[in-house]
């Protein structure tokens, strides 16, 4: 599977982004797709995972992140509003199999990262 993030930018807090992942190869109406983010000097964090029935968000973004998936375009989108200098960071969708999914490890495939910087 090959995944290909797009959205990023600079935006003043407050304001909104909209981060796409395309996917090509597997079974995309199979996987869980995830959303994880890391900034300088801190780990990886989950973000928000999908799979075809359930949705979930990390408490730091719940009520201001909204992960949504498109089977027929093999694409997933998270709409990003309200955000914060805190959620400044570098975005990485992945892909996975597993049932785990708020662990960076169980995710195999990942995309490029896309940087996302807010300004106060």
């Known amino acids: 599977v090959q995944l290909q993030a797009s959205g990023g930018g600079l935006v003043q807090a407050g304001g909104s982004l909209r981060l796409s992942c395309a996917a090509s190869?597997?079974?995309?109406?199979?996987?869980?797709m995830g959303w994880f983010r890391q900034a300088p000097g801190k780990e990886r964090e989950f973000v928000s995972a999908?799979?075809?029935?359930?949705?979930w968000y990390s408490d730091s973004v719940k009520g201001r992140f909204t992960f949504s998936r498109d089977n027929a375009k093999n694409t997933v989108y998270l709409q990003m509003d309200n955000l914060k200098p805190e959620d400044t960071a570098v975005y990485y969708c992945?892909?996975?199999?597993?049932?785990?999914?708020?662990?960076?490890?169980?995710?195999?495939?990942w995309g490029q990262g896309t940087q996302v910087t807010v300004s106060s």
């Open positions: 999908i799979n075809w029935r359930t949705t």
């Open positions: 992945a892909a996975s199999q597993d049932s785990s999914v708020y662990t960076a490890s169980r995710y195999p495939y």
């Open positions: 190869g597997g079974n995309f109406r199979t996987y869980v």
